[in-house]
């Protein structure tokens, strides 16, 4: 994989990197994030990431070829009351891109960013924060077919038949992103910018019974209701609402 197979990438990245291999592209992002030559809506990409890791610092590994690992540079940030929205950003960026080459199918996002097709995972997203930016990473499955897929509810391009265009998925996906985070940047805030409402409608999370695993190994059980101002899950649990802000999500419907 080169930098020549992704030119609508390149017209929409500030600065594009494309990586024949790599441990991580956030870990790589983030050590080079201190150079000012890698600025505002930079990229790292590969196809063959073997030390990538998820929320909880869950490991990510696909075998060569088979998924994308994309890396995003945010500089230009939201007041630091909004920057919990980004995860989200991203996560309904993604799934709009999916949207566009999977027509017919359902494309959704679990709470906080997970892009579901058909109800099964076929990105997972992480953000970090650096001193002055935060880093976007997402792995998408896109040539893994199914009897290669980690768990059950897992899915890629391949494994529902479709071939992904790569270069226009990153593109989209870029594009996306890099409008949300700047409306959020104007507005201050996920409401006025148009985020609080495009991640309600993405959502598959809000209206389903779940099961979250908050810390300290407590367990939270009832039907998520709502993303508040923070973007954090309301959970309906016990007569009670709940504003999740961090935990581990499980919709009762899916095994994982």
Not at 184 to 206: C, E, N, P, Q
Request: aromatic share 2%; net charge negative.
């Amino acid at each position: 994989m080169t930098s020549e197979q992704f030119p609508l990438t390149d017209a929409v990245a500030s600065r594009l990197q494309v990586l024949a291999r790599t441990g991580s592209t956030n870990a790589e992002l983030h050590a080079l994030a201190a150079d000012v030559s890698w600025p505002h809506l930079s990229v790292l990409l590969t196809d063959d990431q073997t030390a990538g890791r998820g929320r909880l610092d869950r490991t990510w590994t696909a075998p060569a070829g088979m998924a994308l690992a994309i890396s995003v540079l945010l500089r230009e940030l939201p007041p630091v009351a909004a920057r919990g929205w980004i995860p989200l950003a991203a996560g309904v960026a993604m799934a709009d891109a999916v949207t566009a080459q999977l027509p017919g199918h359902d494309v959704a996002v679990k709470w906080p960013n997970d892009v579901l097709v058909d109800g099964g995972k076929i990105c997972g997203i992480l953000a970090e924060a650096t001193a002055d930016a935060v880093i976007v990473g997402a792995g998408v499955n896109t040539a893994m077919p199914a009897s290669a897929l980690p768990v059950p509810t897992a899915t890629s391009f391949a494994a529902l038949g479709a071939e992904a265009d790569a270069d226009r998925l990153v593109a989209d996906y870029l594009h996306a992103l890099a409008a949300s985070v700047e409306a959020l940047v104007a507005a201050g805030d996920a409401a006025a910018s148009g985020l609080h409402a495009a991640a309600v409608a993405r959502s598959a999370t809000i209206g389903a019974e779940v099961r979250v695993s908050l810390p300290g190994e407590r367990m939270l059980e009832g039907r998520a209701v709502a993303l508040d101002a923070d973007g954090r899950l309301v959970v309906l649990a016990d007569g009670a609402e709940h504003a999740v802000s961090a935990g581990d999500v499980v919709h009762a419907s899916l095994a994982n």
